[in-house]
């Protein structure tokens, strides 16, 4: 082996280590990693989570609750920010089914123009895609209303 080879080698070797251990992170080290942009997701997620809570506890979580703060029941908190959650203690599954429980911050554009959509979680745990004007936290939603995007279980 001539010099040159040999300093090129340890460059690469010096390189390597430094990305690995000067970035902050392993990138060899597996991450948790969250679709930031996809608001269907966080309200599927988020509805799961509510309606496990409710199952162990009888009753869903307080009004004004931090979907991050659920005990084992908790979303992650890039995925609670983004929801808001329109239940209270006072609510069970055994109330209707209909009522809205979570709805995504972010609005979806509609494909043909017009107003702005919300994906929005009911009490049943199906997740519906709401106009603004009908995508209102704690209200019942009524048949036939929007646009069914998961149902529910």
């Known amino acids: 082996m001539n010099r040159a080879t040999f300093i090129i080698g340890f460059s690469a070797l010096l ?21 930031r942009g996809s ?47 329109g239940g209270s203690d006072a609510l069970s599954l055994e109330s209707p089914e209909r009522i809205i429980v979570l709805k995504c911050i972010f609005p979806v554009s509609s494909q043909k123009g017009g107003s702005e959509f919300y994906y929005c979680a009911l009490l049943s745990g199906e997740v519906l895609l709401l106009q ?17 995007v998961f149902q529910k279980e």
């Open 39 to 85: 608001c269907l997701q966080f309200a599927r997620v988020g509805i799961i989570a509510v309606r496990e809570y409710a199952k162990a506890h009888g009753h869903l979580p307080e009004a004004g609750a931090n979907l991050a703060e659920l005990g084992e029941f908790s979303v992650l908190r890039e995925v609670a920010v983004r929801l808001n959650y």
């Open 132 to 148: 603004d004007k009908d995508a209102i936290l704690g209200g019942v939603c009524p048949q036939g209303i929007g646009e069914v």
């Open 15 to 35: 390189a390597l280590v430094g990305v690995v251990t000067g970035c902050g992170h392993n990138p060899l080290k597996p991450r948790a990693w969250v679709n």
